[in-house]
C-alpha cells in the first residue's frame, strides 16, 4: 500500500515557540492531505484539508492563523503550530488518499507536548 | 454535510466470543466505508472497507454489512483474540482524492483472555 510518513515523531518544546510537522507522500502523489488532531481516547477530528498549490481549508473552529499549512508540493505538507500553548498539546496525524475511491493512508502521528 | 455515529464506545468481549460494533451516516451520496484499527499511540491501519455497490464482505475473521437504504454498516470480528484489542473507527467518505473521511467517535475492544 502507500506510504505517508511524518516528521517528527514527537516534538517538546516552550510555550510560545512554533513547531512544524511534515507530511510527506512517499510512493503517490496527493494532491490533497489532510491532517487530524486526536486527544486521549477520542477520535480524530479533521483540522483542515491541505491542497497542493492553494489555501488549506479549515474546519469550523480551527484557528487558519495558528494551524499555518502549506502543501508546496505533491509529495509534502506541512503544519506549524504558532506561538505554542500547553493547550496545543495532542496527536497529530496526517492522511492521503492515493486513489479516487478507497483508504486513506496515515501517517505515524506526531505527539506534540507544549510545556 | 455527513454525520457519522458508533455505538457501542467501549466494548469488552470474551475471547474466542464475537464482537460487532454498529455505524450508521446521513448522507445517502457517500459510497466508500472503511474500517480502521488504531493502537495505542499508533497511526490508524485500515482492517477492511467496503464501497456502495455491495453489501458484504470478508476477510477471514472480518466481516462488514453495509445496508444503503437504512444507511448503516456494521463490523462483526469473529474469534475473537486478545491482540484484536484496540480502538475501532468506521468512516463514510465519497469518491475522489480530494473528499474527506467522516470519522465516527470510536470503540474501544477489549478481549478478556
Known amino acids: 500500500g502507500a506510504v505517508v510518513s511524518q516528521h517528527p515523531s514527537r516534538v517538546i518544546c516552550k510555550s510560545g515557540t512554533s513547531v512544524k510537522i511534515e507530511c510527506r507522500s512517499l510512493?503517490?502523489?496527493?494532491?490533497?492531505m489532510f491532517w487530524y488532531r486526536q486527544f486521549p481516547k477520542q477520535s480524530l477530528m479533521l483540522m483542515a484539508t491541505?491542497?497542493?498549490?492553494?489555501?488549506?481549508?479549515?474546519e469550523q473552529g480551527v484557528e487558519k492563523d495558528k494551524f499555518l499549512i502549506n502543501h508546496a508540493s505533491l509529495t509534502l505538507s506541512t503544519l506549524t503550530v504558532t506561538s505554542a500553548h500547553p493547550e496545543d498539546s495532542s496527536f497529530y496525524i496526517c492522511?492521503?488518499?492515493?486513489?479516487?475511491?478507497?483508504?486513506?493512508?496515515f501517517g505515524p502521528g506526531t505527539r506534540l507536548t507544549v510545556l | 454535510g455527513e454525520n457519522v455515529e458508533q455505538h457501542p464506545s467501549t466494548l469488552s468481549v470474551q475471547e474466542g466470543d464475537s464482537a460487532v460494533i454498529k455505524c450508521t451516516y446521513s448522507d445517502s451520496a457517500s459510497n466508500y466505508f472503511p474500517w480502521y484499527k488504531q493502537e495505542l499511540g499508533k497511526r490508524p491501519q485500515l482492517i477492511i472497507d467496503?464501497?456502495?455497490?455491495?453489501g458484504e464482505k470478508k476477510d477471514q475473521r472480518i466481516a462488514v454489512t453495509l445496508n444503503k437504504t437504512a444507511k448503516h454498516f456494521s463490523l462483526h470480528i469473529t474469534e475473537t483474540q486478545p491482540e484484536d484489542s484496540a480502538v475501532y473507527f468506521c468512516?463514510?467518505?465519497?469518491?475522489?482524492?480530494?473528499?474527506?473521511?467522516?470519522f465516527g467517535t470510536g470503540t474501544s475492544l477489549t478481549v478478556i483472555p
Open positions: 467496503i464501497r456502495s455497490n455491495v
Open positions: 492522511s492521503a488518499r492515493a486513489f479516487s475511491i478507497g483508504e486513506q493512508f
Open positions: 491541505s491542497n497542493e498549490g492553494s489555501k488549506a481549508t479549515y
Open positions: 510512493d503517490f502523489q496527493a494532491t490533497t
Open positions: 468512516a463514510a467518505s465519497k469518491g475522489g482524492t480530494g473528499n474527506q473521511f467522516y
